[in-house]
């Protein structure tokens, strides 16, 4: 079991998001919690958004009010918990991070390879109008999906769910996956340089290489060979931050003079994901081809 909480702070991307997966068929309504109406899932997304906007117009000094969560089973922790046991759980899990009476929805994604669950909610306390607190998450985090462990005599299977995260040669959806990719990263504050976006890629098997004025989207190996016919990165709607038009680059262009302790914060987390990845094979900088002999088109 993997649960991410994701920093982004904004609750309207975090319920489009999900909301656009439901009406793209990637994903259903599947368990509310502690809304005014029954059946929320009934109305309109504006209704939905309007439930947690009410209460977090009585907080205008918070700024990041947003909650928004991953929930990654195995399909070992599937079989084991059964449906009954993962709303359960995910209610139980929203009560042990201090969320138990905020009015939360869960979507139920099946866009990749593996059946996920997104749960959005508000930080703002809807009874006292207060933020909740949210120190130290990730240990609570982790307790209960010890608890889990333990409870449901689950085994870790941490290789295979991370080998379920990487991109491979056969899977499927790809040009999805890659969006629903680059959405995930690009609501990671954390990741501030392209150089540490383009390291969260790799842990990936995914790399970007720029083709002619653009830019394409590789499939790689463990140690950076393309494995698959690469896909123009402007055919994506949603697009990996960094990777702007020549126009939007000049725009956006970092100023010269960058701010000493925000450079310090890009040195720790650039390190922390390379500690990360460590183990990787490395190759020398070369141009690589991919052997398509009906397109022709290599870099």
Known sequence: MVIVIHQSGNTQNALFYNEKKVEQKKAHFYKSGNTPTINPFAG????????????????????????????????????????????????NFMEHMGYGNQPYFVYKHSDLDRTHFHIVSTRIDCETGKKIKDNYEKEKTQRFIKSLEQKYDLTKE???????????????????????????LNQIESISTKQLYDKSLELFNVEVRRSGRGHVVFITDEIGNPIRYPIRLSEFKERPRFYLSAKAEQENKIPAMIDQFQLAQWTRDLNRLVEKSKGRKKEPNMKYKVKNRDRGMSL
Do not use: C, M, W
């Open 44 to 91: 309109t997304k504006h209704d939905r958004l309007n439930i947690l906007k009410e209460i977090e117009e009585r907080n205008t000094r918070v700024k990041k009010k947003g909650l928004h969560i991953s929930v990654n089973p195995t399909v070992t922790d599937i079989v084991k918990l059964g449906d009954k046991g993962i709303r359960t759980e995910i209610e």
């Open 158 to 184: 941490q290789n295979q769910v991370q080998s379920n995260l990487k991109f491979s040669a056969s899977g499927r959806n790809l040009k999805q996956n890659l969006e629903s990719l680059f959405y995930q």
